[in-house]
């Protein structure tokens, strides 16, 4: 298989954002006709109103007869006014929701799946013979003999990717795991989960690994604790100064440990997990479509300052003077509950969990450009630690 180029992924992510950008700027002239119209409807009310409500009992006394009465009275008034807004508003804000379900090349006409079905399926032909799908994922039990899940009562996954990589079976998905503490819904892991599995039905590849080996970072030192949970397993020295800091590694047979944990495999680890680590635009994504329009709007209405409201609320919640004109990364909070980046090679499935608080794999609203530069990033990161990965798998394979 074709090594991935970070320069060709960008020239393929740009001539297809391109196009999306066309198409948006489409539907944005059809959002403001359309709210310029509403609102003109909505203004001119008291002068239409009760002639339009005259004229609609006249309809109605001549097709009924005289079993209707001649004169709009206040109520016909005020039903025809209650209309004639709602509908107004209803037509202003169709456009937002049009644009997030609508394919490119079918206007503003809805389809059975989203725009950002849409447009990831496209952003990932580029990786091979991927399939996106919103709705659905990994289940719950196919991550049932990991070590490395946390503890739940209740899983979520959505975003599903799946594809085939180096002779191995891929499943992506945005994950989302909590326990009840307290008649509370607490968050114990909310990011990517990647499961690579050596023995699927349309791949050649097959085996199992000789033990089990786990890698988990450590930034803030829980030895004991990881040494406790592990204690059946041999602590793995990874000969390198600086994943010695940060990781921590445990493994039942150390030969298959030192096959597997490469340099570049955990360098591609570290690379994917720093990207997440420091988004600058995901904060504006949302699943929900009412959370998505007020969003939406909010990101229209700028403030005295030049922000928008969904800039301050960021400010607010993160305690970050956001400026997204600035280059440099934000950090985000190290102390999520998330846990740390950790992967497990087991029987013949290779797990890794890469936490992220924000939502991924979402299109921007319509007053911004439907994906950034971040967003490719974010995509080509991860896929080419998963070709890392598979690649270091397909040769332990080959090799043993």
């Known amino acids: 298989m074709s090594d991935y180029v970070l320069q060709d992924f960008q020239s393929y992510f740009q001539q297809f954002t391109g196009q999306l950008e066309r198409h948006r700027r489409k539907c944005l002239t059809i959002f403001r006709i359309c709210t310029v119209t509403a609102m003109l409807s909505i203004i001119l ?17 001549a097709l ?35 644009y997030r ?29 991927f399939e996106f799908a919103p709705e659905g994922g990994l289940l ?44 509370e819904r607490v968050a114990v892991f909310k990011g990517l989960v990647v499961l690579i599995h050596i023995s699927g ?18 930034p803030q030192k829980k030895l004991p604790e990881i040494a406790s949970k592990y204690a059946s397993y041999q602590h793995f020295d990874l000969e390198d100064k600086k994943f010695d800091e940060e990781f921590e590694a445990y493994t039942t047979d150390p030969h298959d440990a030192r096959k597997l944990l490469s340099r570049p495999f955990i360098e591609s680890m570290l690379s994917l997990h720093q990207v997440l680590s420091n988004v600058r635009a995901q904060y504006e994504h949302f699943d929900d479509k009412i959370a998505y329009a007020a969003r939406a709007i909010l990101d229209y209405i700028k403030l005295p300052s030049g922000k928008s409201i ?34 497990e090679f ?11 608080k924000n939502d991924l794999f979402e299109t921007n609203s319509l007053f911004r450009p439907a994906l950034t530069e971040e967003d490719g990033m974010i995509l080509f990161t991860l896929m080419k630690t998963v070709q890392e990965v598979t690649g270091q798998v397909k040769t332990y394979f080959e090799t043993r």
């Open 64 to 98: 009924a007869g005289g079993h209707w009465k001649a004169h709009a009275s206040p109520s016909d008034i005020l039903s025809v006014t209650v209309f004639i807004t709602g509908g107004s508003l209803f037509f202003m804000v169709w456009p937002i929701f049009s």
């Open 310 to 343: 969904a800039e301050k609320e960021y400010d607010a919640n993160y305690g970050i003077d956001l400026d997204i004109s600035k280059e440099d990364a934000i950090s985000m909070d190290a102390r999520y509950i998330n846990g740390d980046l950790q992967a």
């Open 140 to 183: 719950a039990a196919d991550l049932a003999d990991a070590t490395i899940i946390p503890p739940y009562h209740t899983y979520l996954a959505e975003d599903y990717i799946k594809g085939i990589v180096n002779e191995s079976t891929v499943r992506i998905a945005e994950t989302e795991m909590a326990q009840i503490r307290n008649k």
């Open 201 to 218: 039905t349309h791949v050649k590849l097959r085996g199992t690994f000789n033990g089990k080996t786990v890698l988990i970072a450590d």
């Open 45 to 61: 009310l008291p002068w239409y109103a009760g002639p339009l409500s005259e004229f609609l009992n006249s309809v109605v006394l």
């Open 346 to 356: 087991y029987g013949d499935k290779v797990l890794v969990t890469i936490p992220c």
């Open 101 to 129: 379900g609508s394919n490119k090349s079918a206007g503003m006409a809805p389809r059975d799946y989203s725009f950002k079905d849409y447009v990831y399926s496209h952003l990932l032909k580029y990786f091979g013979n």
